[in-house]
């Protein structure tokens, strides 16, 4: 699928990833899912859970930047940050895009560079800080198919500065996800077992799948961070 003329394509995977589509009524797809999370009540009393629409939001690892749009555009009051190392040609073919239909996204900006250094500035403080800045749940991080790595550094940005977050692991190698360990999985098993186990390590409270004919990598894991409690002293 050409985005322009001599220009980079996108895989129709990449497309149906990121965009809604379903093979049936009840299954949705990531960036629905993400939304529909955030947007979740509680069972017992009905009530939103936290606010209505996140304050910020960064696409990490961000590719195409196609998550990231979608986002700004379900979002519009949130200022979204797609961050990568790379500026995808199609990236500035999609956002004209959105404004010859009438919807421009004046919400999202793309940062070029890596991803810990630039993501920690946008956020608001610095890559060798100590302290973790003050916790920023109506902040949204994402982080779809990145490699490897990067879906650690998407989940070390979120625990540091307190924020949601909302990441699809796509590699996992066991030397990153389970060091010094020893396995003994089919294939199959390897890519669901290994997201147990980061839900269980970052303590996420969303675990959802897409199609696999969409994506064999098809969990979405995500944590919704807890409001900062409010101290008794001083009143």
Same mark, same amino acid.
């Given at each position: 699928?050409?985005?322009?003329? %001599?220009?980079?394509? !996108? ?10 589509w ?14 529909t999370?955030? +947007? =979740? ?8 859970? $936290? ?16 998550? $990231?749009?979608?986002?700004? &555009? ?9 961050v990568? =190392?790379?500026?995808?040609? +199609? *990236? ?9 239909? $009438?919807?421009? +996204?004046? @919400? ?6 890596? !991803?810990?250094?630039? %993501?920690?500035?946008?956020l608001?403080?610095?890559?060798g ?8 749940? @109506?902040? +949204?991080?994402?982080?779809? &198919? ?6 650690l550094?998407?989940?070390? !940005? ?21 060091? $010094?360990?020893?396995? &003994? ?8 077992? *290994?997201?147990? %186990? ?8 969303? !675990?959802?799948?897409?199609d =696999?004919?969409?994506?064999?990598? @098809? ?17």
């Open positions: 699928m050409d985005a322009a003329p %001599g220009k980079q394509k !996108l895989r129709v995977k990449e497309l149906f990833e990121s965009c809604a379903a093979a049936e009524p009840t299954q949705s797809d990531i960036v629905s899912a993400i939304v999370w955030w +947007l =979740r009540r509680n069972h017992s009393d009905g009530r939103r859970v $936290g606010a209505r629409q996140p304050e910020r939001i960064m696409d990490a690892a961000c590719g195409h930047g196609l998550v $990231g749009m979608l986002l700004s &555009h379900c979002f519009p009051d949130s200022a979204v940050c797609a990568d =190392r790379e500026e995808r040609k +199609l *990236m500035r073919v999609a956002l004209s895009t959105w404004q010859q239909s $009438g919807r421009c +996204l004046d @919400n999202f900006q793309f940062r070029l560079g890596d !991803l810990l250094q630039e %993501g920690s500035q946008w608001g403080g610095s890559l800080a100590r302290d973790p800045a003050d916790p920023a749940p @109506n902040t +949204l991080v994402v982080g779809v &198919h990145a490699c490897n790595q990067a879906t550094d998407v989940l070390e !940005l979120a625990t540091r500065f307190g924020t949601s977050w909302a990441v699809v692991p796509c590699c996992m190698r066991k030397e990153k996800f389970f060091p $010094g360990g020893t396995t &003994h999985l089919d294939r199959d098993e390897h890519y669901p077992v *290994m997201c147990g %186990g980061l839900c269980a390590k970052f303590d996420a409270d969303m !675990l959802h799948s897409i =696999r004919l969409i994506s064999t990598k @098809n969990l979405i894991i995500a944590k919704r961070a807890p409001r900062p409690q409010t101290s008794a002293r001083g009143r």
